[in-house]
């Protein structure tokens, strides 16, 4: 099970955290850029060649103390042909380092469609007889469950062939996340109703720590709910979004865990990668400032489980 | 607006259709395979050369009856980046043949990367000086809503600064679609509720026909929904999948149109790009197979709203 895969990389490195690989033009040192710039021209290239080389150098400054890294794919997608490339190339970086990667596509359809998305990144196609090398292909990915169990199924196959997996949204970390997963029916909520879809999904699936690749996304920023859900979700393993930059402290995000100091995963982006903006040190120094921050966010939640 | 600009490609085809652009490899005529495999080896580029070059002839046959096409990303991701290649230029040849591209990809996240989602497929970004010219930029986008307005306002405030549409997913086609969309809040349905959101959303971006470029997806396979919705959402296009292969019919579909004749775009993906397997025509006539499987269906629409 790909779930253990990650625990155990999580026990080794004693560190609960992700970092969120979500890198805009902006966050990216100047000698990094400029350099992109001198190789390939004003080009979509360039931003391309840029993005890479600072994941790279974030890449390289975590593997030993973090256990895990979540690209969020709209970030490369917004800058087209040469971002996705960035996104595999990064992908692939990471897992050469030893670390495990969970795609933030937040993917969703239907039955054939559903399958083609589990194809991309969690499993594999064949077109005739050219085996397809998917260069996105991940350890995990987001799911978004809206549209209900058949269109989940196809990726619960794959985590199940393929030691793969997802996380599927439950309470997410946004002030409007109540607009609909808060509404009440009968005597649960939507986003409870989503728990029970969860935990149906991974039934069976257990690993050898009790938890099955069927895992959830629940924002830090709703500590209750996060509590609430832990208990609700046994077997559910818990990415958590929402920590630093959006307001969540290492307090709120220890309610996702169990008795044991398992059961979640917490992420930060923004904090992590613009950690050098952030002290005002050397923009050659940016690993370094990334690498305080991971050992400062890992030690904030560390305390509380 | 630019659901102006589809309303007239509409009228002036006189098809409220689209033709939904989901290749696989097992779909597409031998003869162009093995010339990607002469040309490129037994590679991922063969397969994206595959893909593109059946979707061209595709384009060619139907660009002066079908006023627009539908790529499901998927089915593009699923072949990795040489997929995504394939989708970038399957985009740009529509848009030249004069089709309207919505992009299929059910984009979904909170603030600031839906932000992102927003600009790579509706929007504009610079990195500094360069001026990123998105591949996949297209006409529309489908978007999920669950995660509430803060997700989907930045859609929107594309589509009114790009003249884009967005439609999001309401009622889907999948047997599946009831677990958590025909939820009762109170005396509402969650795809009710979701219905209202839609109409909040496109509120005072009403183009010269009274629709808004926020649309939405309600299957044709619940024709009974269709029609409830259609008068619930009466400023929303609705996109409707689940017409043919997936067992609505003409009828079905008529229930989301309007008293003129419009509000509705119905699509149809494996009905038209597998034409020619169906009909047992040389492999050399996939193209004509699709047109006339393309004109069926329009008549088949027509005859009933």
Not at 133 to 151: A, K
Not at 196 to 206: D, F, H, Q, T
């Amino acid at each position: 099970m790909s779930i253990d895969r990650l625990i155990e990389k999580i026990k080794e490195k004693n560190n609960p955290t992700v970092a969120g690989l979500d890198p805009r033009w902006e966050y990216i040192p100047e000698y990094i850029r400029e350099k992109a710039i001198a190789e390939h021209g004003k080009t979509n290239k360039a931003v391309g060649a840029a993005l890479l080389a600072f994941n790279k150098g974030l890449i390289d400054s975590l593997c030993d103390i973090v256990p895990a890294v979540k690209p969020q794919s709209a970030y490369y997608e917004m800058y087209g042909l040469s971002g996705l490339s960035a996104l595999a190339d990064t992908i692939s970086y990471a897992r050469e380092k030893g670390m495990y990667v969970i795609l933030d596509g937040k993917r969703n359809d239907i039955g054939k469609t559903a399958e083609a998305y589990s194809t991309a990144y969690l499993g594999h196609v064949d077109a005739g007889e050219i085996s397809v090398e998917n260069e996105l292909s991940s350890d995990g990915l987001t799911v978004n469950g809206y549209l209900g169990t058949d269109g989940i199924k196809p990726f619960v196959k794959d985590c199940a062939e393929h030691g793969k997996t997802i996380f599927a949204l439950v309470k997410t970390s946004n002030p409007s996340s109540g607009e609909l997963q808060d509404l009440v029916v009968g005597e649960e909520t939507i986003y409870q109703k989503m728990a029970a879809l969860v935990n149906s999904w991974g039934e069976g699936l257990e690993g050898k720590y009790g938890y099955t690749p069927v895992g959830a996304v629940v924002g830090a920023t709703y500590p209750k709910q996060l509590k609430e859900l832990r208990s609700l979700m046994s077997k559910a393993y818990i990415l958590v979004p929402g920590y630093g930059a959006q307001g969540g402290g290492g307090q709120d995000a220890a309610c996702a865990f169990d008795k044991n100091g398992l059961g979640a995963i917490v992420n930060s982006s923004r904090g992590i990668m613009c950690a050098w903006q952030k002290s005002g040190c050397a923009q050659e120094e940016f690993g370094a400032a990334a690498r305080e921050e991971a050992l400062r966010m890992r030690d904030d939640i560390l305390q509380y489980i």
